[in-house]
Nanobody, 119 residues
Framework: QAQLVESGGGSVQAGGSLRLSCNAP???????????MAWYRQPPGKERELVAV???????NYGDAVKGRFTISRDNSRKRVYLQMNDLKAEDTAVYYC??????????WGQGTQVTVSS
């Protein structure tokens, strides 16, 4: 079983919304709650870039391209992190990856989920 499992990707028209979810089924509660969780994305032909971060102490941070449109949240009891994406644009088209940085230094990536925005 994978460490991180993303879901919620798909195709949407510009201006629409999607909600991505990342589940960490192999984590115990304390491991997940003490982790920094993030979403990255990799547009076609480009490098992977940071989208949003949720730290273990409830801090959040966003990449400049998504500020005001995307919201990261987490539910530690369910071992899930979410990315609500509103007002999607064609340039948001990418494979979105969930990322975990555990307190002990281990890091993990999800398998990725495709988001396609048509203009």
């Amino acid at each position: 079983q994978a460490q991180l499992v993303e879901s919620g990707g798909g195709s949407v028209q510009a201006g629409g919304s999607l909600r991505l979810s990342c589940n960490a089924p192999r984590n115990i509660f304390s491991t997940f709650s003490a982790s920094d969780m993030a979403w990255y994305r990799q547009p076609p032909g480009k490098e992977r870039e940071l989208v949003a971060v949720s730290t273990s102490d409830r801090g959040v941070n966003y990449g400049d391209a998504v500020k005001g449109r995307f919201t990261i949240s987490r539910d530690n009891s369910r071992k899930r992190v979410y990315l609500q994406m509103n007002d999607l644009k064609a340039e948001d088209t990418a494979v979105y990856y969930c990322y975990q940085h555990r307190q002990d230094g281990q890091t993990f990536w999800g398998q990725g989920t495709q988001v396609t925005v048509s203009s």
